[in-house]
């Protein structure tokens, strides 16, 4: 039967032709679509690792200049201690923390480095002591940074479960120093042994549609950095690049006040906390949000508008190659009326002429979805894949073939039902 159907459409190349064509592309167009789409949903499941709801978010801009030294690093740290403690005075506030690197944002620090042989890629993020509590972080297992860490010959980091199996897998992270296979570079001091204190479920910075990864938090200690004496320099040594270098290492001026309000909470405190922030830091600047509303913003314009539009084109492209198809197939019916009229003459029943129609037009849908695996098999290969997992691929693929399939058979039950209404009286015009 499949044989006596391709013999069919080859008869009728050139149309035909043109047929898989159009259901070629609208597969690659589909797939597209469908992989997205499949692939936020899938990331969209798992666990984000902390809270967004009461929590504003206030980003401070610091006027950064060329002549930075060691004494007006230290003093930008004190103001900003200054600023979270007088935001922690405020009777709306919960808890009050600092973050380097915002949620939300499209701010990332990726980094990667080789541990036991195998080069493990992370995302990393500085938080203060009471991150945790603020933001309600999930910990599995250990606890989070605390002053019992200041003044280690260590420093300490919390790991998200993944990373945590990454490096250390079935054993328990908690308490052991992460292995570093790296030397350090020719002129530079080895880096400070990382110790892990605990393991988080998970930190997705950037929003309940972005890929789980391996996410490293370290402790920015701002509070010390502050306080800490500058040693004097030697004058035969060599200026360091970045003054922040001789403050404290492992530690940066934070970006991100975060704030846990209490319930209730109206616009009018974002106003006088605002002019609180100003007054104890008048050259610095201050944009104040509450947390939903950037995660509202940075998910529409980053992964719901993008999908939004490639599916209205994928759409538009679906609904054409429909209307499309109907006409040819319409046309191909009328065209045929002597080949359908001598099979119904020859004693063809109704429901064979209509498995006719739809076998031929299921097979040239077959051909342009095989067509198209083909092609989009290259993708994994080729590494373009990115983020998504070869399962969500495979599936979203499967999906995308079997849309295409229905919205054929769909296209052609009209056709297929003209067919059968040719009597077998209309072959003999042409006898």
């Given at each position: 039967m499949a044989l006596h159907l391709l013999k069919l459409i080859w008869n009728r190349k050139r149309t035909n032709f043109l047929i898989i064509i159009e259901i070629l592309l609208s597969f690659i167009v589909l797939a597209a679509v469908s992989t997205m789409a499949t692939h936020y949903y899938r990331n969209y499941q798992a666990p984000l690792g902390y809270s967004y709801e009461r929590i504003w978010d206030v980003h401070v801009r610091v006027p950064r200049g060329l002549d930075s030294t060691p004494e007006i690093e230290r003093e930008r740290l004190a103001r900003m201690v200054r600023l979270i403690d007088a935001t922690r005075m405020m009777p709306e506030v919960e808890s009050v923390s600092h973050l380097q690197l915002g949620t939300f944002r499209d701010w990332e620090w990726n980094s990667d480095t080789k541990i036991n042989g195998r080069q493990i890629e992370f995302n990393g993020n500085r938080g203060g002591d009471e991150l945790a509590e603020t933001q309600s972080i999930t910990l599995v297992d250990g606890r989070w940074f605390s002053r019992e860490d200041t003044g280690q010959n260590w420093?300490?980091?919390?790991?998200?479960?993944?990373?945590?199996?990454?490096?250390?897998?079935?054993?328990?992270?908690?308490?052991?120093?992460?292995?570093?296979?790296?030397?350090?570079?020719?002129?530079?001091?080895?880096?400070?042994?990382?110790?892990?204190?605990?393991?988080?479920?998970?930190?997705?910075?950037?929003?309940?549609?972005?890929?789980?990864?391996?996410?490293?938090?370290?402790?920015?200690?701002?509070?010390?950095?502050?306080?800490a004496a500058i040693p004097d320099a030697d004058p035969a040594a060599a200026a360091p690049a970045d003054a922040r270098t001789q403050v404290a290492a492992g530690v940066e001026l934070p970006s991100i006040i975060v704030i846990r309000v209490r319930p209730g909470v109206t616009a009018e405190f974002e106003e006088r906390l605002v002019k609180t922030l100003q007054t104890l830091a008048p050259d610095w600047s201050f944009g104040m949000q509450p947390l939903t509303d950037i995660r509202t913003s940075y998910l529409r314009s980053n992964y719901l508008t993008p999908l939004a539009i490639l599916?209205?084109?994928?759409?538009?492209?679906?609904?054409?190659?429909?209307?499309?198809?109907?006409?040819?197939?319409?046309?191909?019916?009328?065209?045929?009326?002597?080949?359908?009229?001598?099979?119904?003459?020859?004693?063809?029943?109704?429901e064979r002429i209509r498995r006719q129609i739809l076998g031929e037009l299921a097979l040239m849908t077959a051909i342009a979805v095989i067509g198209g695996l083909l092609l989009m098999a290259q993708v994994p290969m080729l590494g373009w894949l990115g983020a998504v997992p070869k399962g969500v691929y495979a599936t979203s693929l499967g999906l995308a073939g079997l849309a295409l399939f229905a919205l054929t058979m769909f296209c052609g039950w009209y056709p297929s039902v003209l067919a059968t209404r040719i009597p077998p009286a209309e072959a003999l015009r042409y006898e």
């Open positions: 420093d300490a980091v919390v790991l998200n479960r993944r990373m945590a199996r990454d490096v250390f897998g079935d054993t328990r992270a908690v308490g052991q120093q992460i292995p570093q296979d790296e030397a350090p570079r020719p002129g530079q001091p080895a880096d400070r042994p990382r110790r892990v204190v605990g393991v988080i479920e998970d930190f997705r910075q950037f929003g309940e549609y972005s890929t789980p990864g391996n996410y490293v938090f370290m402790r920015n200690d701002i509070v010390t950095a502050a306080n599916g209205l084109l994928a759409g538009f492209l679906l609904v054409m190659v429909a209307l499309g198809l109907s006409g040819v197939l319409w046309q191909n019916v009328t065209q045929r009326i002597r080949e359908l009229g001598l099979r119904r003459a020859k004693g063809a029943d109704r």
